[in-house]
């Protein structure tokens, strides 16, 4: 802000985005970067819409319509990718394109929930006998794939589904909840506050992420920071944010997933699965990310800085 102005913004301040964007915000955004020449900072999550080479609106500097990577490529001063995954992606779409483009400096993103207590108990669920699943209820997050699991192993501790549940994933839902094998041994979870989270984390007897496109994988993280042994996807970067402590298997191999499941069922065998996770998992804290967004921000303001 610039002294004894009421103006949050002074010409050549760099504005971060750290969130995913709405298209509706775009036609503010590019008269406030004119009006103010500012420069802005994207953080980067994956490309799962862009437009096709030729769309008359990549050569349009006002456009307004854009998916948000596309808006990104065009207004970025910076851009901030939350894995190596998506760094390349974005560098390969940059060259499908023919574009320089801006800056890319992938960052590191924690992997532990704020907070240090136990957390709250979500009834119904026994510590040690339940696993958990989270994300979103979509089509590309493959719970689909949980429920042939489950449906194929009935003696399978509960499972626990935490995440908002999308339109497309309605049907789903109602398959499970119309199941009589089903309904009692698969819980959605949709509106879960972090204490309530948190609770899960620690008392899962171990997860399982079995998406088939992600920048990341926060639940993969998230669970290995916890202690908690992950069957996770081999796709797209979710090694990445497994660090190859979780168990990797392809997210369409049933066979793999049910001998996996069966498996941490032992008591013995989850011990010393969570004990090799305990022995190499990495924690990434927020702080870390935190200091590569600076550390970008200012090897890109101030280039002979390093």
Not at 73 to 97: D, T
Request: net charge negative; charged share 25%; proline share 8%.
């Amino acid at each position: 802000m610039a002294q004894g102005s009421s103006d949050p913004f002074a010409p050549g301040d760099t504005i971060l985005f750290s969130g995913e964007h709405s298209r509706h915000d775009f036609p503010r955004l590019i008269a406030l970067k004119r009006e103010k020449r500012l420069h802005f900072a994207f953080v980067l999550f994956d490309l799962l819409q862009v437009l096709e080479n030729g769309d008359p609106r990549l050569d349009d500097p006002e456009a307004a319509d854009l998916p948000q990577t596309d808006f990104m490529v065009r207004e970025a001063a910076l851009i901030l990718p939350i894995s190596h995954f998506s760094s390349a992606e974005l560098r390969r779409h940059l060259v499908r394109r023919g574009l320089a483009g801006p800056p890319i400096a992938p960052i590191r993103l924690a992997g532990a929930l704020p907070g240090t207590g136990p957390g709250r108990a979500v009834p119904g669920f026994v510590p040690d006998r339940f696993v958990l699943c989270v994300g979103d209820v979509v089509e590309r997050k493959n719970h689909a794939l949980l429920l042939r699991i489950w449906r194929h192993l009935p003696q399978a501790p509960p499972l626990a589904i935490v995440g908002r549940i999308d339109m497309e994933g309605n049907a789903l839902v109602y398959a499970v909840r119309s199941n009589r094998s089903l309904r009692d041994r698969i819980c959605f979870l949709p509106n879960l506050d972090d204490e309530a989270l948190l609770w899960l984390y620690r008392n899962c007897r171990f997860t399982v992420f079995a998406s088939r496109l992600e920048g990341f994988g926060l639940p993969v993280a998230e669970s290995l920071a916890y202690g908690k042994p992950c069957i996770a996807s081999s796709a797209a970067a979710i090694p990445e944010a497994g660090q190859g402590c979780a168990i990797s298997l392809d997210p369409d191999d049933d066979a793999a997933w049910c001998e996996a499941v069966q498996r941490l069922a032992d008591d013995q065998t989850v011990r010393a699965e969570a004990a090799r996770v305990a022995a190499n998992f990495r924690l990434i804290s927020w702080q870390n990310t935190v200091d590569d967004i600076i550390d970008a921000l200012v090897a890109v303001k101030h280039p002979q800085v390093r």
